[in-house]
């Protein structure tokens, strides 16, 4: 989508992923990744005014710069293209990388979860007749289950850097008694919204079904209770492309693989997260191991697991009231808080 059929790019990528992940978003490999995605760039602009043949009906980012810029861009217009990719790169990579690593955790996990979200997959492959790779936008968004994951990985585990998001007082104001003037910077702390009781019943356990309902999950956007992808005109304009990358990544390590999850808190509980801006120390506690081809079984369980897997696929289970105070899992497999 971003460079096409630019040689390399894809390496390229997983480097930077990998070197973030490990030494964190200033590390030298990040910077020599930087110099190796303009070499490509640089290759494959003058390839593709060479062979435009090549790339005829090509639908990515490259390709439409090449088109802009008629075949004619200068040092100065390759840089910037560069420094943008490299910044996209950085900015989507970096979001996500955590957001998997909390999300695959969580959901493997989980024998109920991770049931659910095969049964979603499976009937959804069934219907379509296809495979994963043949699956569109707009079927990796009707995965109710798998999205209501991801929803609620990034509501315990913002990737908003320090959890802050700022504004600027565009008019003077007054909220909760406190006058605000003109131009005054205001944050607004995630968690404080995320892990609020009053909004998010047993706010620390993981719970996906508190957005299976689309008409609660839309009622909590109206209402500012969910905050992660921003609000009005700065709400993030990657977030359904973000969504069908990892959807689509899930599902196809659920349809495929096991995994055991182990973590170094107490009980091998998930430890609860207080990562800054692109620090992952939490995340890379949480170790998913023992890879191995998916058993017909994922439970032991020949009745438990698929029926509750059924009730988390079609909506059955109710949400977590306030007094119960536990995830519509427990029942099952105790609470993951």
């Given at each position: ?92 990579n ?14 493997y ?27 569109k ?53 995630a ?64 349809m ?10 107490e ?50 289970r ?5 007094s ?14």
């Amino acid at each position: 989508m971003l460079y096409g059929n630019g040689e390399n790019a894809g390496s390229i990528v997983c480097n930077t992923i990998d070197s973030i992940n490990k030494e964190g978003l200033f590390s030298p490999q990040v910077r020599q990744a930087g110099e190796d995605l303009r070499k490509v760039l640089n290759e494959r602009y003058e390839d593709r005014k060479n062979h435009p043949e090549k790339y005829l009906g090509e639908d990515s980012l490259f390709e439409e710069f090449f088109v802009l810029s008629k075949g004619e861009a200068d040092d100065e217009m390759l840089q910037g293209l560069q420094q943008f990719m490299l910044t996209l790169q950085l900015a989507a990579n970096g979001n996500q990388l955590v957001t998997i690593r909390w999300l695959m955790s969580h959901v493997y996990g989980d024998p109920a979860i991770l049931a659910g979200v095969r049964a979603e997959v499976e009937e959804l492959l069934a219907k379509k007749a296809c495979g994963i790779r043949d699956l569109k936008l707009d079927d990796l968004l009707s995965l109710n289950l798998t999205n209501a994951c991801i929803t609620e990985a990034v509501r315990l585990h913002s990737d908003i850097p320090s959890k802050l998001t700022l504004r600027s007082a565009e008019i003077p104001m007054e909220f909760g008694g406190y006058k605000i003037p003109q131009g005054a910077t205001i944050f607004l702390y995630a968690d404080a919204v995320h892990k609020d009781e009053k909004y998010f019943p047993d706010a620390a356990a993981f719970c996906p079904h508190r957005y299976t309902d689309p008409k609660v999950f839309n009622q909590k956007m109206m209402d500012r209770e969910f905050v992660t992808f921003g609000h009005g005109r700065k709400r993030c304009t990657g977030e359904l492309h973000a969504r069908s990358q990892i959807s689509a990544l899930l599902a196809s390590f659920v349809m495929r693989f096991d995994m055991d999850l182990v973590t170094s808190a107490e009980g091998n509980k998930i430890p609860e997260d207080h990562d800054g801006p692109f620090v992952f120390d939490t995340a890379n506690t949480l170790k998913l191991v023992n890879l191995r081809p998916r058993a017909g079984d994922v439970s032991g369980s020949k009745t438990a697991v698929p029926s509750v897997a059924t009730a988390a696929l079609s909506g059955l289970r109710q949400p977590p009231s306030a007094s119960s105070g536990s995830c519509p899992f427990s029942g099952l497999f105790g609470s993951k808080s």
